[in-house]
């Protein structure tokens, strides 16, 4: 009789099912974090993705395909600062503007949005065009709260860095009082007594009658 075979076992994996999930990682580093699609940014970048692929879609399928370029090129720029915001690419690539690029893509997409909306709306009839234009609002829209919200960010950090400063320049001035203070003896916020001039007449003895200041005489007779 033969021997029994081993059991195999259990926590024995073959070596073709370890590399799928030895990959599972490095495929989930590339997605966006959770907390970031929660996030008000997140949701703004996925609305504005979304609404650019549909538009782009309607335009392709209508008979003003004249105007799909605009939307393809925002998805794909929308699509860009989602990974980009995503991965935290700001921090790491501190030398381009990022605020400022965001902020300019969002104008124009606002405003070429509204334009080919509006044009689409009123010179095409078919059903694709309308749709297209529907969809073009809707991104008017996000696209100008994105904008809106970025500006405001902008000026708070603006005056956060003027109040910085003037509060640094308060503080400068203080110290430069308190040493001018200490090496002079006196106690700070001192302030020395005005001098008032004042007028002294002498009589000659030389010349009667005679009255003299600062070394300028006059007799009289």
Same mark, same amino acid.
């Given at each position: 009789?033969? @021997?029994?075979?081993?059991? @195999?076992?259990?926590?024995?994996? @073959?070596?073709?099912?370890?590399? @799928?999930?030895?990959?599972?990682?490095?495929?989930? %580093?590339?997605?966006?974090?959770?907390?970031?699609?929660?996030?008000?940014?997140?949701?703004?970048?996925? %609305? *504005?993705?979304?609404?650019?692929?549909?538009? =782009?879609?309607?335009?392709? %399928?209508?008979?003003?395909?004249? +105007?799909?370029?605009?939307?393809?090129?925002?998805?794909?720029?929308?699509?860009?600062?989602?990974?980009?915001?995503?991965?935290?690419?700001?921090?790491?690539?501190?030398?381009?503007?990022?605020?400022?690029?965001?902020?300019?893509?969002?104008?124009?997409?606002?405003?070429?949005? &509204?334009?080919?909306?509006?044009?689409?709306?009123?010179?095409?009839?078919?059903?694709?065009?309308?749709?297209?234009?529907?969809?073009?609002? =809707?991104?008017?829209?996000? &696209?100008?709260?994105? =904008?809106?919200? $970025? &500006?405001?960010?902008?000026?708070? +950090?603006?005056? /956060?860095?003027?109040?910085?400063?003037?509060?640094?320049?308060?503080?400068? *001035?203080?110290?430069?009082?308190?040493?001018?203070?200490?090496?002079?003896?006196?106690?700070?916020? +001192? /302030?020395?007594?005005?001098? $008032?001039?004042?007028?002294?007449?002498?009589?000659?003895?030389?010349?009667?009658?005679?009255?003299?200041?600062?070394?300028?005489?006059?007799?009289? =007779?």
């Amino acid at each position: 009789m033969w @021997p029994p075979d081993p059991e @195999p076992d259990p926590d024995r994996e @073959p070596a073709g099912r370890s590399q @799928p999930r030895a990959a599972l990682p490095g495929l989930r %580093a590339l997605l966006p974090a959770r907390a970031f699609l929660c996030s008000l940014k997140g949701r703004l970048l996925l %609305a *504005e993705t979304g609404l650019s692929f549909i538009t =782009f879609v309607c335009y392709v %399928a209508s008979s003003a395909s004249a +105007f799909l370029t605009a939307p393809l090129l925002e998805f794909l720029l929308a699509l860009c600062f989602l990974f980009a915001d995503a991965m935290q690419l700001n921090d790491k690539w501190q030398g381009l503007c990022w605020p400022m690029m965001d902020f300019l893509r969002c104008v124009t997409a606002a405003l070429i949005y &509204f334009a080919i909306s509006i044009t689409a709306v009123a010179k095409y009839s078919d059903g694709a065009s309308k749709a297209a234009g529907v969809f073009g609002f =809707f991104a008017t829209i996000v &696209f100008a709260i994105d =904008f809106y919200l $970025i &500006f405001n960010d902008v000026a708070k +950090f603006l005056k /956060q860095g003027d109040s910085a400063d003037e509060t640094t320049a308060d503080k400068a *001035e203080d110290t430069t009082h308190s040493a001018i203070s200490c090496g002079s003896g006196l106690s700070p916020g +001192f /302030q020395p007594p005005k001098r $008032i001039p004042t007028l002294t007449l002498t009589e000659d003895p030389t010349c009667p009658g005679s009255l003299s200041h600062a070394g300028l005489r006059s007799c009289t =007779f």
